[in-house]
C-alpha cells in the first residue's frame, strides 16, 4: 500500500515538472499596450482626479435611528447631509455621486459605518433623496474629497469649549 502510494507521488512530480509552460502574451498586443500607455478599459491611478478617493455601493439610513447620538457624539438627523464611513475623520467633507443617474451631493462625515460587507459609505436619508436613491435603497457611488468645505458646519455647541 504504502509503495503504490509512494510510487502514484512521484508520478504526479515527475508530470507536472514535464508539462509545458503558460504561453506568453502575444508581442503585438505587448506593442500595443505600450504605445496606447494602458490596458484598454483600465484607468490608471494616475489619470484619476488626486480628489478621488474611491467607489462601491451605498445605502441610506434614516428613520429608526433619527435622534439617536452617532459615533462622533452628536444626535442623528435624517433630514442633513450627512453620512457614515469607516475611515474619514469626522468633520470632513465628501462629495459622493451616484454612478447611475450622475446626480451628487456633498456629506459631512459624523458616524462610522456602514457595517454591511460591500458597502463603503452610508448616507443620511436628506442625501439619500438628493441622490435619487431612495426607492432602490443601494447604489454604486464615487467618492471624492470636497473641494472646499462649503457643507454644513459641525454643530458649534458640540465642539465648544465650555467657559
Known sequence: MRASTVFLLLALGFSTGCA???????????????????????TRREQMPRSYLGEGLASFYGPGLHGRPTASGERFNQ???TAAHRKARF???MKVVNMENGRSVQVRINDRGPYVDGRVIDVSKAAA?????????????????????????IPQAMWAAPV
Open 20 to 42: 509545458s509552460r503558460a504561453a506568453k502574451p502575444d508581442s503585438r498586443d505587448e506593442e500595443t499596450r505600450t504605445r496606447s500607455g494602458s490596458t484598454p478599459g483600465v
Open 79 to 81: 433630514n442633513a447631509l
Open 91 to 93: 468633520g470632513s467633507c
Open 129 to 153: 433623496s438628493k441622490l435619487g436613491m431612495l426607492d432602490k435603497g443601494v447604489v454604486r457611488v464615487r467618492l471624492y474629497r470636497c473641494p472646499d468645505d462649503t457643507v454644513s458646519e
